[in-house]
């Protein structure tokens, strides 16, 4: 990084390893506060793995705080060990259990441990294709899968007074939705605890017999009710929200499913339309493009997981689209990981279907769509803009990926392998390799400080479309990093919205 304000310019130095090169070589220290001293444990154990450029996640204390239990992954992140330390001596005790899985292994929760039975933990894992819960002791011994079926538990929420029960969030009833659930976890029995259509959030008793449980959705604004868990009653409602935006003229907000680039898989879109659309008149359209992992844009929320930019946007006359491709989270492992080893490219067929069922629409301008997004959207913008110049007039990319290689180490080989390993879909997802077929408007906007995708991608794309003879619109914001927040996102919003007008529409 440079730091511009210093009258002479000075350099920040930050680690930032990208995929494919020396990594990071880490371990846990345990400090002891009366004493003052640091205890490290013995993580690098070369009889257990033969590197030291491991992944130590997921840390977790046992109830007696006398053990320390890490989710080790080897740097190819496609085996994880799960082993516990003894804190008095660092020294390492034992492997519970492993997983593996040849794309990736990705746990992203501690192991969360029973009350009354310190020798028991509930684990997540996608090892059956959906994130479900799982019971064990700390012999490493399973004792049953708690959960299971085609859909995500998303969350842990706690125990009920004798640990007979555990309350848990899960997308079992509606893949845009969240409700909540008791589950049993001697019979596996799941109760349904929040039936109100949309994304639930709950606060439950300790005794695990009442819950307060606030809620919303495309429909609804926001509820807040208080229930009996064990007789299913509403015993009080809290607040109903009144429509906030009551006062403006609202854009119309629809949900609804297309098919996958293969056919056969649900992708589910958000269609936003102009207020007080005209009949016969054709309106330019934007489509909103994220479609990395771990995200998941269209929710049964209030505005269907949008926010008042894309409201402003329709009221000012344009038609807003976004449809989560695969490669998206909450739908199930082979749903997310079939984009491994070539990110951008199934991602961007499912696009195209969403392009198609757009153009299907008679109040859709065909000649006037464009696209935006930031980050993993930034990259599937540019790429959609290169790839498809017959369909995107416009398109507005913020902190885009542009090189893999280029991208840090544990994301980067995470869903791409390293370069080394993986050259053929480094080379085929590469976009200064594509500048050559820029057409159309294109504007790039990045922050010079930013620390997740480094300033280098952006400027090297400017230069191969220098190099290809090609015209491109960039701006940049300074002094922020990896996303225009505070004040100045008025300005990044005016920035995008005034290139829409003078270009798109």
């Not at 390799?433 to 400080?449: F, Q």
């Amino acid at each position: 990084m440079v730091n511009t304000t210093a009258r002479i310019a000075r350099e920040q130095p930050f680690k930032y390893p990208m995929a494919g090169m020396k990594s990071h070589e880490v371990t846990v220290g345990v400090y002891d506060v009366a004493k003052k001293t640091v205890r490290y444990l013995d993580s690098r154990r070369e009889e257990t793995i033969a590197e030291n450029e491991n992944y130590l996640t997921n840390l977790c204390w046992s109830p007696e705080e006398d053990y320390l239990y890490i989710a080790k992954i080897n740097r190819e992140q496609n085996h994880m060990w799960m082993e516990r330390y003894d804190v008095s001596d660092g020294e390492f005790d034992t492997v519970l259990f492993e997983e593996t899985n040849p794309r990736y292994v990705e746990p992203c929760d501690p192991m969360i441990f029973v009350p009354g039975h310190p020798d028991q933990f509930l684990w997540f894992s996608l090892r059956d294709g959906y994130k479900h819960l799982y019971l064990y002791n700390t012999d490493g011994q399973l004792i049953k899968q708690v959960t299971s079926g085609s859909y995500e538990v998303e969350g842990f929420i706690g125990f009920d007074a004798k640990a007979e029960n555990i309350f848990i969030y899960a997308n079992k009833e509606s893949a845009t939705g969240r409700a909540a659930y008791r589950v049993s976890l001697k019979s596996g029995e799941m109760t349904l605890l929040t039936p109100a259509k949309g994304t639930h959030t709950v606060i439950i008793n300790p005794a695990g017999t009442a819950m307060i449980d606030i809620y919303n959705s495309v429909e609804n604004p926001g509820t807040a009710k208080v229930v009996d868990i064990a007789k299913g009653k509403e015993l009080a409602t809290l607040y109903q929200l009144s429509n906030p935006l009551a006062d403006y003229a609202m854009p119309g907000i629809q949900l609804g499913t297309i098919k996958a680039a293969d056919g056969k898989t649900d992708l589910h879109y958000r269609l936003i339309t102009p207020p007080n659309m005209k009949a016969g008149e054709k309106y330019p359209t934007l489509v909103y493009v994220y479609g990395g992992p771990h995200s998941q844009l269209v929710t049964d929320t209030w505005l269907g997981g949008g926010n008042l930019y894309f409201t402003f946007l329709a009221q000012q006359g344009y038609v807003v689209f976004t449809v989560d491709n695969r490669g998206t989270d909450n739908r199930g492992f082979e749903f997310e990981s079939c984009t491994h080893r070539q990110l951008g490219t199934i991602e961007m067929a499912d696009q195209m279907e969403g392009v198609k069922f757009l153009q299907s629409l008679p109040y859709v301008d065909k000649d006037r769509m464009g696209v935006e997004g930031w980050s993993f959207g930034g990259f599937m913008t540019i790429s959609l803009k290169l790839a498809h110049p017959e369909v995107f007039k416009v398109g507005c990319a913020g902190g885009p990926v542009i090189d893999w290689k280029w991208y840090e180490i544990m994301y980067g080989e995470r869903y791409m392998d390293t370069p080394q390993e993986n050259p053929e879909g480094y080379a085929n997802n590469c976009l200064t390799s594509k500048a050559k077929d820029l057409e159309g408007r294109l504007l790039v906007i990045h922050g010079a400080e930013d620390n997740t995708v480094v300033w280098q991608h952006s400027i090297e794309f400017i230069d191969a479309c220098i190099k290809a003879g090609k015209q491109v619109d960039y701006f940049v914001y300074p002094h922020h990093e990896h996303n225009v927040r505070g004040i100045d996102r008025i300005h990044l919003y005016e920035k995008m919205f005034d290139y829409y007008e003078t270009f798109l529409k």
